[in-house]
Nanobody, 125 residues
Framework: QVQVVESGGDLVQHGGSLTLSCVTS????????IGWFRQAPGKEREGVGC????????NYVDSVKGRLTISRDNAKNTVYLQMNNLKPEDTAVYYC??????????????????WGQGTRVTVSS
């Protein structure tokens, strides 16, 4: 049974930091690209970044470059999203998702197959 479980969401102050975790089971994490996404109230779900299956290449949207970092520990079946210098506009429910490895590292919702239930991040101004 495939499971993707996010955790670590919290209320933080503007400028603060937070690390989210994504624990997977039921599939071989080593063979999957993992993406992080977020959905703010009243808005569509959007990608923030992804990490490749084998060589840990990353791809980020411009709005988070330099502030968010994705890493993975395949031995622990866990992917992380380190968030620094958080802004109120980062407030959202954050999701991770998995897709089978391939030559591209998309940050769009469509290509991903396995999704978690999300973890809420609130950044106060």
């Amino acid at each position: 049974q495939v499971q993707v479980v996010e955790s670590g969401g919290d209320l933080v102050q503007h400028g603060g930091s937070l690390t989210l975790s994504c624990v997977t089971s039921g599939f071989t994490l080593d063979y999957h690209t993992i993406g992080w996404f977020r959905q703010a109230p009243g808005k569509e779900r959007e990608g923030v970044g992804c990490i490749s299956s084998s060589d840990n290449r990353t791809n980020y949207v411009d709005s988070v470059k330099g502030r968010l970092t994705i890493s993975r520990d395949n031995a622990k079946n866990t992917v992380y999203l380190q968030m620094n210098n958080l802004k109120p506009e980062d407030t959202a429910v954050y999701y991770c998702a998995a897709k089978y490895r391939g030559p591209y590292f998309p940050i769009s919702v469509g290509p991903y197959d396995y999704w978690g239930q999300g973890t809420r991040v609130t950044v106060s101004s």
